[in-house]
């Protein structure tokens, strides 16, 4: 059974850092792309970040130069750095296992997903 489970979340004051991580089990982890998505109040779950099992990283334009994917594969963990933390980064975070699309360009999700972490950005 695959377990996905997120920690690090917490509030922040506008500029501040956090440091989410995500520790997986179940499955091979150093086969895996993984993925660092966010939900926000009343919006629909995105794609934030995602790292290839080769730790080639994509980044969404909107993070770009903020955050900073990582992966441990000793660890069976992969970090999401956030500095620079807006209000608009407001959300919960999930991690997911996924994997690369057919031309291993895109990141796929699967359906091992984590319970979230909750970041507030705020004042």
């Known amino acids: 059974q695959v377990q996905v489970v997120e920690s690090g979340g917490g509030l922040v004051q506008p500029g501040g850092s956090l440091k989410l991580s995500c520790v997986v089990s179940g499955t091979i982890f150093s086969a895996h792309a993984m993925g660092w998505y966010r939900q926000g109040p009343g919006e629909e779950r995105e794609l934030v970040a995602h790292?290839?099992?080769?730790?080639?990283?994509k980044y969404k334009d909107y993070v770009k130069g903020r955050f900073i994917i990582s992966r441990d594969n000793a660890k069976n963990t992969v970090y999401l750095q956030m500095n620079d933390l807006k209000p608009e980064d407001t959300a919960v975070y999930y991690c997911n296992a996924g994997q690369l699309d057919g031309l291993g360009i895109d990141y796929v999700p699967s359906t091992y997903w984590g319970q979230g972490t909750q970041v507030t950005v705020s004042s």
């Open positions: 790292i290839t099992h080769r730790h080639v990283t």
